[in-house]
């Protein structure tokens, strides 16, 4: 099994201002994927993170708004930059060991 | 990428056993059946996972027949504490498609 956490669980921000949501694994992955899911909807797929190399990211989602970093096999960051409204959400990472694990998500409230 | 359905909720009382049914038509040779379960305010957490006829744990049963066309989970003498929202994924390795999923209201 995997134990992962997110920082921070929840933040409320400014329109236009950026967060970075911080996700850690108690175990070395290769691969590690970031979520979201918006108030009462499902999880889609933003962007998948692979240690060393650029992360790969799904129809609608792109670099500029949603940069993701991956330093190491236990760590990656998701930032959602120039925030609006939409942006609210639940962010949460996740990593494939043998199933697929999830972070608790990082509740993002923009004002 | 294979499509999910399933009911949008659905009602049930503590002891009973409830059972969630996916459709899933066009899953590939290689893909498996997995669900998930979601309280409010937390990630998904991993259930069962199948590939074809019955596999059980400790805590749900999922069948799938044949075809593979679809697949239901089964849940025995449902608690309160099972209220929660059911996904059904195809999974077709590491990408997971999140369908609308299930939600499940138990009453006392």
């Known amino acids: 099994s995997a134990v992962i956490s997110q920082k921070p669980s929840r933040d409320i921000c400014q329109r236009g201002t950026s967060l970075t949501i911080q996700c850690q694994v108690d175990?070395?992955?290769?691969?590690m994927f970031w979520y979201r899911q918006q108030p009462g909807q499902s999880l889609t797929l933003i962007a998948t993170?692979?240690?060393?190399?650029?992360?790969?990211?799904e129809s609608g989602f792109v670099i500029d708004k949603f940069p993701i970093s991956r330093p190491n096999l236990t760590f990656s960051t998701l930032t959602v930059s120039n925030l609006s409204p939409e942006d609210s959400s639940i962010y949460l990472c996740?990593?494939?060991?043998?199933?697929?694990?999830f972070g608790p998500g990082t509740r993002l409230t923009v004002l | 990428l294979a499509k999910t359905t399933q009911p949008i909720s659905m009602d049930s009382y503590e002891g009973q056993e409830v059972n969630i049914t996916c459709s899933h038509n066009?899953?590939?040779?290689?893909?498996?059946i997995t669900w998930y379960q979601q309280f409010p305010s937390q990630g998904p957490r991993f259930i069962i996972q199948?590939?074809?006829t019955k596999v059980t744990n400790e805590v749900a049963s999922l069948f799938i027949p044949a075809d593979r066309k679809s697949s239901t989970l089964s849940l025995p003498r449902v608690s309160l504490s099972d209220t929660a929202v059911y996904y059904c994924?195809?999974?077709?390795?590491?990408?997971?498609?999140f369908g609308t999923g299930t939600r499940l209201a138990v009453r006392p």
């Open positions: 996740s990593v494939v060991l043998a199933t697929q694990y």
């Open positions: 175990s070395q992955v290769t691969m």
């Open positions: 993170a692979n240690q060393g190399s650029e992360a790969t990211y």
């Open positions: 066009n899953i590939a040779t290689n893909d498996y």
């Open positions: 199948g590939y074809k």
């Open positions: 994924l195809v999974d077709s390795g590491d990408k997971l498609t």
